[in-house]
């Protein structure tokens, strides 16, 4: 029998283990790439896991890099959403909803008869917006994934959420209950108390 030697690039386990927030995510990920088909070629997704890897440890963007991990997901399982463009007007600016039965983006005018019944769009998700999420972004970010996946994925094929998913949230808030506690100094130079 042959032997080999292996040397790692880098090491980021005990990095990631350091940290709820990043545990879970890293659950929340794997159980989402497991619902992709075996032996499909996803390269995209390959180097989007190693920028997440990364980054991961680093709970003031761990839930936007996860929220937008879900959403690719979604579309590479076939059930991408257009967050591009007003579903009623064809408008780019100001969509501030997703209808629940397209999975397109709708623009604040058009689609206020129905807010309640829309889901919020977090401005965070907007292609080009450049913006950080806040702590109620990025629940209205899983609210929005969460749904999508419920309807196309976990009810078609007769199985349950991730309950990693679920831990990760939970880590967020508590983790955003903590920086409120103690006052954290924000992207802007807010000083949150």
């Not at 990095?15 to 992709?36: E, P």
């Not at 039965?101 to 206020?112: D, E, F, L, P, T």
């Not at 080009?128 to 094929?157: C, K, M, N, Q, W």
């Amino acid at each position: 029998l042959g032997t080999f030697q292996a040397e790692a690039i880098e090491m980021n386990a005990a990095r990631l283990m350091d940290s709820a927030v990043a545990i879970y995510g890293l659950q929340t990920m794997a159980a989402h790439l497991r619902l992709l088909p075996e032996r499909d070629a996803h390269g995209g997704l390959y180097e989007t896991l190693a920028v997440m890897i990364a980054h991961l440890d680093d709970t003031d963007v761990a839930g936007e890099l996860v929220a937008r991990f879900e959403l690719l997901i979604l579309d590479e399982l076939g059930f991408g959403l257009d967050l591009s463009q007003c579903a009623a007007t064809g408008a780019r600016q100001d969509l501030a909803y997703v209808s629940p039965k397209s999975g397109r983006a709708v623009s604040r005018a058009a689609g206020a008869p129905w807010r309640d019944k829309m889901l919020v769009l977090p401005a965070f998700l907007q292609r080009g917006s450049g913006l950080r999420a806040d702590p109620a972004a990025i629940e209205d970010a899983f609210r929005l994934t969460g749904f999508f996946f419920t309807r196309h994925v976990y009810e078609p094929r007769g199985i349950e959420a991730p309950g990693a998913r679920a831990g990760f949230l939970a880590a967020l808030r508590k983790h955003h209950a903590a920086d409120k506690e103690i006052g954290v100094e924000t992207a802007a130079g807010e000083i949150i108390t």
